[in-house]
């Protein structure tokens, strides 16, 4: 009997166990520790806000670009950073194109997952998820969560694999109507140095550094884009992957330093699985 006993207690123990409720009160004590470990943060990015506005206007409140200083050269050879600036031309950001992944493509995901399982933030993200039942203990448990959520295609609104959580958090994509996504710091700083984005002003400003934005993309409108500049790329995918595994489809409230934030996620199921349609901050 004992052993039986035992072996029964021990497979109990090394499966994902039922998926813990995650409290507010966790969720920003894992948000403030993943921020103040961020070691790779940009923290010398400096914005310029410039005019106030709203979703609907037609005018450019803001004659100058957003970001006014980025010391470039020192955070984009980052290891992290390097590595998605390589995933950032592999998209084609019109909703309806078909998505084609080539090996080389796909490698750079593979260097992309490797270099942030090195960093304290995804480690201290994975060690929560897998405590609380979302995912398994290995890494490898994790990455294959991580590709599924982040880097599987999917159909974005017709039968066509032109869409995943990365191109339309991190690239941003386009449709007939104007900008969708479109959700990350470093994509906006390198598409308004290149001439591809023209910034039109804020429609809210709060801490810690969390800007709604109005901006136009390759001619097209982008009512309310909103990011937290200055993050890491592995600050935003734990980020949202924490709030999409716990929260998906909801609310993810928590506190960073004192100060409240709202992230929201919205799930994409397709082909029988689950991936990341958007996420943003509110
Ligand atoms: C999250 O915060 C927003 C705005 O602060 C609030 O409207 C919403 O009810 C909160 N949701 C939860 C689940 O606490």
């Not at 070691?39 to 914005?47: D, F, I, L, W």
């Not at 901006?215 to 500049?229: D, N, R, V």
Request: hydrophobic share 35%; aromatic share 14%; glycine share 10%.
């Amino acid at each position: 009997m004992l052993p039986n006993l035992l072996s029964g207690f021990l497979v109990c123990f090394c499966a994902i166990g039922a998926q813990g409720a995650v409290t507010a009160g966790q969720l920003s004590d894992l948000m403030t520790s993943l921020w103040h470990s961020d070691v790779n943060a940009a923290t010398s990015v400096r914005v310029q806000l410039q005019g106030h506005t709203y979703t609907g206007s037609t005018s450019d409140r803001a004659t100058s670009p957003l970001f006014s200083y980025v010391n470039d050269q020192y955070y984009f050879s980052r290891p992290t950073y390097a590595a998605l600036l390589s995933l950032l031309d592999n998209y084609n950001h019109a909703v309806g194109s078909a998505e084609h992944t080539s090996a080389q493509e796909s490698q750079e995901v593979t260097s992309f997952l490797d270099e942030i399982s090195k960093t304290t933030v995804m480690q201290k993200a994975h060690d929560f998820l897998s405590q609380h039942g979302y995912v398994g203990p290995t890494w490898s448990d994790f990455e294959t969560t991580l590709r599924q959520i982040w880097f599987a295609t999917y159909p974005r609104h017709g039968g066509t694999y032109d869409s995943s959580g990365f191109e339309h958090v991190f690239v941003g994509e386009t449709d007939s109507k104007g900008v969708v996504g479109f959700h990350n710091w470093i994509q906006f700083h390198l598409q308004e140095q290149k001439g591809n984005l023209d910034y039109l002003g804020y429609i809210f400003s709060k801490a810690p550094n969390t800007l709604g934005v109005h901006f136009m993309w390759l001619h097209k409108t982008k009512a309310l884009g909103s990011f937290i500049y200055g993050t890491s790329p592995e600050f935003d995918i734990a980020m949202f992957t924490v709030c999409y595994l716990t929260h998906k489809n909801q609310h993810c409230n928590f506190s960073v330093d004192g100060h409240n934030m709202e992230v929201l996620t919205y799930e994409m199921t397709h082909g029988g699985g689950g991936h990341l349609g958007t996420g943003y901050v509110n």
